[in-house]
Every structure is written in C-alpha cells, then in structure tokens.
C-alpha cells in the first residue's frame, strides 16, 4: 500500500449502517439486530466491516444502531473498546436519539448520517466511506477510497458481478466502459448487462465513498425534497447519477484474498439458508473464506475460555469431530461430530450425533439426541432423544423448516415441545 493511500485511509472515517433487523433469519433477529448475529465460530457479522476498516488503516469510526441494539452495542463495547482517542482513533456508537428533531428512529440509511452530521463534522474527516453492517467479505477500503480521488467523483459505488439471471435481487448498476455509473435500479426485472459481458450485471455492494462536504450538503439539500426517501439507494445514488458524476468501483480490485482463496468472497447471509451455508462451508478443506489468514484478521471479542475438550472412547461414545470446527470452552462428551460449526461454550453429552449443524454459543444437546442440517440459537437446551432432520414435516410442526430443509430451533421451540 503506497503512502498516498495510507494518508487517504487516515483522513477517511467509516460510517457503518448497522440497524437492520434482518426479517429473513427470523426468529434468529427477535433478540438482535441483524448484524449482531453470531458468524464463524466467535465473530458476528458486524465484525468483517469494522475489520475491514481496521485493517484498511482507517481508525474513525460511527456505528448506527436501531433495531434491538443491545446485544449489538453489548459486543462492540467489549470488543471494539481498544481505539484510544489521543492517537485520533475513535469508534463512536451512534443510536437514534433525535439528533435533529423529536422523531425517535431514523428513517433511512441516509436520514442515519444526515442526523450525525455534528458528530461526523467534529472529527473533520475529508472522506466518509459509508458501508453496511451485515455483509461478510474481506476488502481494502483504502484502494477503494484511492480510486474515488483519482476518478474525480462525486460519489463511488462498490459493486460486484453477480450472473445477469439472478441480478433481480439486487440494486444493479448500469456502467460505460469507464466505469462511470449511467443508472442506478433497485431490483429491476431485465437488469443491465456489464459491457461486453451480455451475461453478468453489476450489483450494489451498499458501499459508499463520498468527500465529506458534498455528503453533508447534499444530504441537508435533499431533506427538503418533496417525496424524498431518506435512503442512499432509493434516493441519494440515483441523484447523484443523474446531476453529477457517479463511479462504479468493482470489488474484485480492493478485495482481499488469501493464498488459498481462489474467488472473491461476498455474501449476505439474510436467510437460514444462507447463513446455515455459508458456517458450514467454513468446514471445508479449502474454504471459499479463510479466518486462518493472519495477515487480514478478523477483529471480534474473545472471551476468555480453556481450550475445547474431548472425552470417553468407547464404541457408540466416542468424543470425536470430522472437518470440523470446535470453538473455546466447548466439551465433545462421547458424541459423534461431521461437519459442523460450533461456537463457544457448546456441550454435547454422550451417545449424540451431530451433522451438517451449527451450534451458537452455550448450546447444551443432551445424550441421545441425533440432529442433522440444523442451526440452533444461543443458549438453547436440546432435550435428550431429540431427533432432528430425518422426517422434514415433524420438524416442520415444531421448528422453523426453511425452504432447503434447514432447521432453526430456538429455546421458545424446545420449551413448546413440553406443554
């Protein structure tokens, strides 16, 4: 990384959009804001973004919270609380607080910056890269920061190729072979093809650069129009596309990639599916995604645990795991392990066979219980005997059954199953 960069990062600050409830993971956001949820065996998703910032050089830092933000704003006091202040480091959390006037809760992913305007104007950051909370992806946000200045625009939109068929998802970006952004489409139906590539489009990252000037001004400007949505996507973007200049900053030239990753990583983890995928794929020999790569850490809080234990060794109990990853503080009591994903704290007693599951911290699965393609909620007792995931509508009956076959259980299931 050159020093000009360097220097880009330091006058930069993140601004990261972290309110969203995340309806699709259902009962798995009824405690916490999406961003909050668990990821990876110690992490939340939250922590990949404010990595990224880290590790890309910047040091000032907001958080907007909203929705159930306890346990999110609970993570980042403990985990996030190294920044020191004399050394013009900063990680501010920022909930709703009628900033500018009596209405409680912010009304869109701009309305969130536009009432922190006099936070954001004290640390006097010449840049805001303005990014969302709930996304896993490791990226340099300096290289991207670097190509807005060089390009002269107004504003820089990260992007990713996504296949032309499933671009309907996806705010969509229409580009010249400059890159300069000639349309901006919230889930359009026919989505633009790249040029030169009939077949793949350009979607939104929901990534932001912007000289903090023009921000806060056009921000205030457009909070006067009539049937202005207060949103970056549905308002500020297109605008800024059609009356001044707008960049397209394709991921692939700021992402990070280990050794061993062949692609370019992104994913949003919003539904079971998703979420259950992309924990269990972290299992794989050569994972799409590398937490091992120290040379781009994932910052998190690590609570202090002794290490994980496996006991007994007899046939039908045997304390074992197969591609497998066992967190901190987890006891593997005579039960069979292939292919999961366990967090903190995790105890599994004897004559129990787990597959294809993701346990969230201090999950407890008594003996005998025999649960396959499962991700089960923080703290959840699993009842000794239980079986899960070989008769799709039982499960249904009780659990939350995903369209893929993925079971959620959360302690409110498990208690129901009592009465």
Not at 133 to 138: E, F, R
Not at 140 to 151: E, F, G, K, N, Q
Not at 160 to 172: K, L, T
């Amino acid at each position: 990384m050159t020093q000009q960069v360097r220097r880009l990062a330091r006058e930069s600050m993140a601004f990261v959009l972290a309110g969203g409830r995340g309806s699709r993971l259902h009962e798995m956001t009824d405690r916490r804001a999406k961003p909050a949820v668990y990821f990876g065996g110690k992490s939340r998703i939250i922590d990949f973004p404010l990595s990224n910032a880290v590790n890309s050089g910047i040091r000032r830092i907001c958080v907007a919270t909203q929705y159930k933000a306890h346990s999110l704003i609970r993570h980042l006091q403990r985990g996030w609380s190294f920044f020191r202040a004399e050394r013009n480091e900063s990680l501010d959390i920022l909930p709703a607080s009628q900033q500018l006037n009596e209405e409680l809760w912010y009304k869109g992913t701009a309305d969130a910056v536009l009432q922190n305007t006099d936070i954001i104007r004290d640390y006097t950051p010449k840049y805001v890269i303005i990014l969302a909370g709930d996304h896993i992806y490791k990226q340099d946000y300096a290289i991207m920061i670097a190509h807005h200045v060089d390009s002269g625009a107004d504003v820089t939109v990260g992007c990713m190729e996504v296949a032309r068929r499933d671009a309907s998802e996806f705010g969509v970006l229409d580009v010249d072979h400059n890159d300069r952004i000639l349309g901006f489409m919230e889930k359009p139906a026919d989505p633009p093809p790249m040029p030169g590539r009939p077949s793949a489009s350009l979607a939104s990252m929901g990534i932001y650069v912007f000289e903090t000037a023009y921000l806060l001004s056009l921000l205030q400007e457009m909070s006067t129009f009539p049937d202005y949505g207060n949103d970056f996507g549905g308002d500020v973007i297109p605008y800024i596309v059609k009356h001044g200049k707008a960049v397209a900053h394709p991921f692939a030239r700021s992402c990070i990639r280990a050794s061993s990753e062949k692609h370019a990583y992104w994913r949003d983890v919003g539904t079971i599916d998703s979420y259950w995928q992309a924990n269990i794929d972290l299992t794989d020999f050569s994972p799409l995604l590398d937490l091992y790569d120290q040379s781009w850490p994932i910052w998190t809080y690590s609570e202090l645990t002794p290490p994980a234990k496996f006991i007994h060794n007899e046939d039908g109990r045997r304390g074992q795991a197969i591609s497998s990853m066992v967190s901190g503080g987890c006891i593997i009591s005579g039960s069979s392990l292939k292919r999961c994903l366990l967090f903190t704290g995790v105890k599994t007693h004897s004559y129990s066979q787990l597959d294809s599951v993701v346990a969230l911290p201090y999950v407890e699965i008594n003996r005998n219980a025999r649960l396959k393609n499962t991700v089960i909620d923080r703290g959840v007792v699993i009842p000794g005997g239980l079986v899960v995931g070989e008769e799709p509508e039982l499960d249904a009956q009780r659990f939350r059954l995903s369209d893929s076959g993925v079971c959620l259980i959360t302690q409110p299931m498990i208690d129901r199953l009592a009465l």
